[in-house]
């Protein structure tokens, strides 16, 4: 049987292509598609620029929307730096960066180091520090020799244990097992997981508060309370979103809250459901 998330997913990447593009050195792949004001999208470990497709596709014809996916060397330094560098090429002089999980620790690094390229950090289902997690797995192995096999089974058996909690999202799981069995390199998994094991501190926030908005998910496997709660500590947002479920991955589990909250924040139109005008704003 079909998979109608992998198929829309697919019917968009045929439409938009990942461009490759090197940023000092480094291979990315970016989407960039439509104009008006820029906002950067940034996924977790897994997934690709184009794991945004519901999102992008119902706001490209309002926003330009840069999408990227990570190269595979370098770590959160190393891809801050290459993210200005994106900027500049594409002569952007700022953009709201929203970051996902790994990709909201990357979004955190360039406001706290290059606050003048950032108009606004949506740090989404994210993490305040990457201390401790070489004693986790699967960081705790070494992710140069481990077998690829096994870091992906780590993955399958974290993704399983999600399905059969939640059997209504067996589409967005089998996506993301597609994304951590191939479709996502090897060197690139590799470097991502290493991103976030040998992740520096965070430089404290040095954009505007009114500028930090923060999402999380009540249900979020990964990121637990303590966690969500830290991350509001450390950036003080001006508003903070709360999906009442919806995992670690609430831009695929529930599409269209997620796109009327970007329309909320980048200040377009709403065309999903209301979130309100609370500090805290509740779905």
Known sequence: ????????????????????????????????????????????????????????????????IIAVSYPSEGGVEDWTEDMVQ???????????????????????????????????????????SAKGLDQMPPYALDLDTAPIDTLRAGFGMGLGGWAKAHPDQ?????????EAGGRILESELRARLSALKFGPELPEPAIDADKIITIEADDDPLIPA??????????????????????????LARPADYTSLLEQVMGLNITGPDWGTENERVL
């Open 86 to 128: 994106l900027l500049d090429q594409l002569e952007i002089e700022s953009a709201t960066i929203l970051g996902s999980s790994l990709g909201g620790y990357l979004a955190q690094f360039i406001a706290g180091t290059h606050p003048t390229r950032i108009s606004g950090l949506i740090a989404a289902n994210t993490l305040h």
């Open 170 to 178: 067996a589409n967005l799981v089998e996506l993301l097992l597609q």
């Open 1 to 64: 049987m079909t998979n109608p998330m992998i198929a829309a997913r697919d019917a968009f990447s045929a439409e938009h292509p990942e461009q490759r593009m090197i940023l000092n050195g480094r291979d990315w792949g970016v989407l960039d598609v439509g104009e008006g004001p820029v906002l950067m999208l940034i996924p977790g470990t897994l997934g690709r620029g184009d794991v945004f497709w519901n999102q992008i596709a119902a706001l490209k014809d309002r926003l330009r």
């Open 226 to 251: 303590q966690m969500r709660e830290a991350v509001r500590a450390r950036l003080s947002p001006s508003v903070a979103y709360r999906f009442t479920d919806g995992g670690h991955f609430p831009y």
